[in-house]
């Protein structure tokens, strides 16, 4: 072969293995088709301000548009994956203090009405139950996420300020959560609870209570070229077994809000072709241990509980190996501000359970309690087999060290009020928070006098330092306080974390784009970018 | 007759008067009202708010009261609003009475249709295979909670054909065929259940009919098997078995909450128990209202059946 002739074979070799290596094009996505998908359960209505359960948020969100939004894409919600929405751009201002939005031009709602600045300040005027707001919520949950807003000013219609008592520079996450989209001024807020007016992707189309919520294309969109599908249906099914018949026949494209592994496993085992999409998410199961009911108010019997419930137990018994450890804050690499992974390793529970269990016995001697006077406890659950399960796993972990416990199951809809009245001794909870961010989850479940403080857990301490924390500027020092927040709960055994939940998407192959954030379950279901290749 | 009717309808207004009170009393004393439900699940409890709610939906009134403002809206054909949905209780209760009625109907529909020629064949056929292996058939109707089958029943399908009936609500005016498809399988379901009684009291009523004199006569007079079974027979053996079918259709009334769950049916049933949970009082009330409505009204029109089923009985007369 001569030179010439070796030369040109060799480019062409090159050329085709640069060609086969080089990544596929990515597939242009298509416009049409319905997405038809389960929420969590039936949502009590279509207000995500009114509504604390993601039941709401889940359906809500396609019709809504927030100031801003978390990427879709990107797995990890933190400040840098906030993305525009209604607001084209923003700056903090006067040292954190002043929050300036510019809005976006050219918006329109549902019904036709432009969207100016005078929606934004209505809304959270009215969401954060200031004196002068034009309306005012029958139930208004997310009102502590707004007490350090002293204003909102709408200087002209496409500029919003929010005026700030001190700095606190994560209000943006709580701004883009999908718990704060921008209602319409021009609609009484009590109508929104049935019907939907929003600036977001897709219309209400029909809203069937307790069936199904049905939303079409968003023409007059703002985001040019979105959303790509004609209409998202979220049909309500009760049963787990029927929610995953339903998928496997083909009636729902995406399923597995609120599955555990093993229904994920059960549907695709049941339809091979199906796909199963893995995730962390910021759901924990954590143990309420009232700080008011004798003889919880003694610490050694508090820690003596901590220190029976064995969590390897409890991840390969009621989780079935899909769960990650950690302290009050969502666990590394998922979550933003877990403690390090080192050092959950070393929080109560997760030791040698022989030697923990040991030591829980030698704590309820101390404290008065032996095989012939045992400590009787009840735990208290909600009646829906997600938690019930958990718990009569605990009940037999505090057997084991000599409680004699017995299980309570409560049902729903007396279930956080009497949590609330801290009408229980012991109880196993599900936490869920919007945003991945101590200020959402520590001011929430932590402070001194929240009503969703269900422990009774009151230290002055945490609460300056959650304080402290919030107004922090530079990230690596707010992360060293969080953590440091978070190893003195643990200490304390303010409410002892059993472990953060996975969270499945089950979906055909076709459905594409379908977000998962792995570190909130609450800001994804706007669906703009999802599409079917079909 | 017609005094019959109206005496019988007369009662039934007070059972129903009794029904209310007994309905009204229980709900308020099941701990949590629909204020604390709102209020504390959103985490958030401004007790002046909380009191303002109660004021606005009447829960802070006496008891008393509130059962009069009831009652007095229920007379005027008002069913009050959801608390839980904030609209009229009317808007969500109508459109899940033909799902559970359709349900309701075509299950025992198919309970008569397979029931009955189950039990006279297996009384016609006392000892034979065949009717051994009808009474099989029955006690397992009857051992098979109907939730159960209907579950089996949706994974064999998906497993088989890889369809199920559908899980959104199709209405017979839009789609009859899908309708009937949709809602054949639950009704057989739960049928089934209701299938093996009637089978069963239909064959003990024709054993004992069957060894009646008078049938005996027919069969000397010449008349053939057919006739004296399907046409002397049943007829007289069909007593108690339209008292049960009026039991069976209040039961599937409201007793149909699971398999309602388990088929994503949006009826009356399945609604209920998610109402109770929410304490969401007008919807509560009033569906149960119905179904005492449906109950008294099954038992009315089961004897008037009687009557006509059966010349020999005379209402009204001394």
Redesign the interface.
């Known amino acids: 072969m001569s030179l010439r002739r070796f030369v040109r074979f060799a480019s062409l070799v090159a050329v085709l293995m640069l060609v086969l290596t080089l990544p596929a094009p990515a597939q242009a996505p298509k416009y049409g088709g319905m997405l038809r998908i389960h929420p969590l359960a039936a949502p009590p209505s279509l207000s995500p301000h009114e509504e604390s359960t993601i039941a709401t948020v889940q359906p809500a969100s396609a019709c809504y548009s927030s100031l801003a939004y978390f990427d879709p894409a990107k797995k990890q919600e933190s400040l840098e994956t906030v993305i525009p929405e209604l607001a084209e751009k923003w700056s903090w201002q006067d040292n954190y203090r002043n929050l300036v939005f510019l809005l976006r031009r050219n918006v329109k709602w549902h019904d036709g009405k432009p969207f100016t600045s005078k929606d934004v300040k209505y809304t959270f005027d009215m969401v954060r139950g200031a004196p002068d707001a034009e309306a005012k919520l029958r139930v208004n949950p997310r009102k502590l996420w707004y007490e350090n807003v002293e204003a909102i000013e709408a200087p002209d219609p496409h500029t919003v300020v929010f005026r700030l008592k001190r700095p606190q520079p994560s209000l943006l996450l709580l701004l883009a959560s999908g718990y704060s989209p921008v209602y319409p001024e021009h609609v009484p807020v009590a109508e929104l609870k049935t019907k939907c007016i929003g600036t977001g992707p897709y219309k209400l189309k029909d809203n069937r209570p307790g069936e199904y919520i049905e939303f079409v294309k968003n023409p007059d969109y703002f985001i040019k070229g979105r959303p790509y599908l004609d209409g998202v249906k979220w049909v309500v099914i009760k049963d787990r077994s029927t929610q995953i018949a339903a998928l496997q026949a083909g009636q729902l494209d995406v399923g597995g809000s609120g599955w555990n592994k093993a229904n994920a496993e059960t549907a695709k085992k049941g339809k091979a072709e199906l796909l199963v999409v893995e995730n962390d998410s910021n759901v924990n199961d954590n143990v309420l241990v009232n700080f008011k009911k004798p003889p919880l108010t003694d610490p050694r019997v508090r820690r003596a509980v901590n220190l029976a419930l064995d969590r390897k137990a409890y991840l390969v018994g009621p989780r079935l190996g899909a769960a990650t450890f950690g302290g009050a804050m969502l666990p590394k690499p998922a979550g933003v501000w877990g403690l390090p992974p080192a050092e959950v390793q070393q929080l109560p529970g997760m030791g040698d359970p022989v030697k923990q269990k040991a030591e829980a016995k030698k704590l309820l001697r101390e404290a008065g309690f032996t095989a012939s006077n045992p400590l009787k406890l009840t735990v208290s659950t909600r009646a829906l087999a997600i938690y019930v399960d958990t718990a009569s796993w605990m009940v037999d972990q505090l057997r084991q060290v000599g409680i004699d416990a017995v299980l309570e199951q409560i049902e729903t809809g007396v279930w956080h009020p009497k949590m609330t009245r801290l009408e229980y001794q012991v109880a196993l909870n599900l936490t869920g928070t919007a945003v991945d961010d101590p200020d959402a989850m520590y001011f929430e479940n932590y402070h001194c006098g929240s009503q969703r403080n269900f422990s009774g857990y009151c230290s002055e301490e945490i609460d300056r330092l959650m304080a402290e924390q919030s107004q922090m500027l530079d990230r690596a020092k707010r992360l060293k306080l969080v953590n440091e927040i978070d190893r003195k709960l643990q200490a304390d055994g303010a409410r002892p974390i059993l472990g953060w939940a996975k969270q499945y998407a089950v979906l055909w192959p076709y459905v594409k784009a379908f977000p998962q954030h792995e570190n909130s379950i609450y800001n994804v279901t706007r669906f703009q970018d999802v599409w079917l290749d079909k | 007759m017609r005094g019959y009717i109206v005496k019988r309808l007369l009662i039934a207004l007070v059972t129903l008067v009794g029904m209310s009170m007994v309905i009204f009393v229980l709900l308020r004393l099941a701990?949590?009202n629909i204020v604390?439900?709102?209020?504390?699940?959103?985490?958030?409890?401004?007790q002046a708010?909380k009191k303002q709610?109660e004021r606005e939906l009447g829960v802070d009134r006496p008891i008393a009261v509130q059962y009069a403002r009831w009652v007095g809206e229920l007379a005027q054909g008002d069913l009050g609003k959801s608390y839980?949905?904030?609209?009229p209780a009317w808007k969500?209760i109508k459109?899940r009475l033909p799902v559970t009625l359709e349900l309701a109907v075509l299950a025992l529909l198919f309970s008569i249709l397979f029931g009955v020629p189950c039990g006279v064949v297996s009384a016609a056929q006392q000892n034979r295979p065949i009717d051994y292996a009808l009474r099989v058939l029955s006690l397992a109707g009857l051992s098979m909670p109907s939730f159960w089958l209907g579950?089996v029943i949706?994974?064999l399908?998906?497993?088989a054909v890889?369809?199920?009936p559908?899980?959104?609500?199709v209405s017979p005016f839009d789609d009859l065929r899908a309708n009937l498809w949709q809602f054949i399988v639950p009704a057989m379901a739960v049928g089934y259940r209701s299938s093996a009684l009637i089978m069963r009291i239909t064959r003990s009523a024709m054993l004992e009919v069957l060894r009646e004199d008078y049938i005996r006569t027919a069969r000397a007079k010449g008349q053939g098997t057919r006739a004296v079974v399907w046409h002397h027979a049943l007829k007289n053996a069909g007593l108690p078995v339209i008292t049960l079918l009026g039991i069976e259709f209040a039961f599937l009334i409201g007793g149909l909450v699971v398999t309602e769950?388990?088929?994503?049916l949006?009826g009356v049933a399945?609604?209920l128990v998610?109402a109770?949970?929410?304490?969401d009082y007008p919807v509560v009330q009033n569906l149960t209202m119905f179904i005492a409505i449906v109950v008294v009204l099954a038992n009315l029109a089961v004897d008037v059946v009687y009557a006509w089923v059966d010349p020999r009985i005379k209402y009204g007369q001394a």
């Not at chain 2, 109770?276 to 304490?279: G, L, V, Y």
């Open positions: 701990p949590g604390d439900v709102l209020f504390e699940s959103a985490g958030y409890v401004d708010d709610l839980r949905y904030d609209m969500i459109p579950m949706i994974l399908f998906v497993r890889g369809w199920i559908s899980v959104t609500y769950t388990v088929f994503n949006p399945r609604y998610d109770i949970q929410f304490r």
